[in-house]
């Protein structure tokens, strides 16, 4: 069973817009990633948020954590069309060996 | 460093043929995982490795075997393929300590007919 769900499924947004995902999870968690995938190959690691943290970021990207509603978003700032792909979060549950549990993901397309 | 690879990158199997699909990292990782991914679904875990000579079941292993004989490779095998494993699979791996994020190879798309 898949604990991330993330919503939207798919976003289209035009070039210098914001792109925000959202990721619900259902158990605790040791940390909350988020990757990227462009077609056809594989994922990226974008960012990664502890559970003691609430917003972390890294260069164009936020990140938001609230454990309380086991929810997580990922926001992309001044999108580009290269930002076009699709964005998994991913939850790394407590328990060790980082054995991750992906989302659905979030299919991002970015107009020019 | 050539990072996480995977060989092959794409392969069609009658049902009930037989394959291995191979992993190698080039980044001393202790950890590997296999991975399949669904049209429309996150990725699934298959197996994974902790360290040479060590596997442990994921999420959906039932039809899967995997090996650890050397620490760089991760083999997965489908000894009796099925149409239901049409897929695409990825191997991925991480050191242990440090940081906590996964390295993914670039995929192998499977056809079962």
């Known amino acids: 069973s898949q604990q991330g769900e993330e919503d939207p499924q798919a976003l289209s947004i035009q070039e210098g817009e914001n792109a925000t995902m959202n990721c619900s999870y259902k158990t605790s968690i040791n940390n909350l990633q988020w990757y990227r995938q462009n077609s056809g190959r594989g994922l990226v690691h974008l960012i990664l948020?502890?559970?003691?943290?609430r917003e972390k970021h890294s260069g164009r990207l936020r990140v938001t954590l609230d454990t309380s509603k086991k929810s997580s978003s990922l926001l992309i700032t001044a999108s580009r069309a290269a930002d076009t792909a699709s964005y998994f979060c991913?939850?790394?549950?407590?328990?060790?060996?980082?054995?991750?549990?992906f989302g659905a993901g979030t299919r991002l397309a970015v107009h020019p | 460093n050539a990072g996480v690879t995977q060989t092959p990158k794409f392969r069609v199997l009658k049902t009930g043929q037989s394959m291995t699909l191979l992993c190698a990292q080039d980044m001393n990782h202790e950890y590997m995982y296999w991975y399949r991914q669904d049209p429309g679904m996150g990725l699934r875990l298959i197996h994974y490795s902790v360290g040479e000579g060590t596997t442990a079941k994921g999420e959906v292993p039932d039809g899967y075997n995997v090996s650890r004989l050397k620490k760089q490779n991760f083999l997965l095998g489908l000894e009796s393929a099925a149409p239901s494993q049409t897929s695409v699979y990825f191997c991925?791996?991480?050191?242990?300590?440090?940081?906590?994020?996964?390295?993914f190879g670039p995929g192998t798309r499977l056809l079962v007919l």
């Open positions: 991925a791996s991480r050191e242990v300590g440090g940081k906590e994020t996964q390295y």
């Open positions: 948020i502890r559970s003691n943290e």
């Open positions: 991913a939850t790394d549950p407590s328990g060790g060996y980082n054995k991750l549990i």
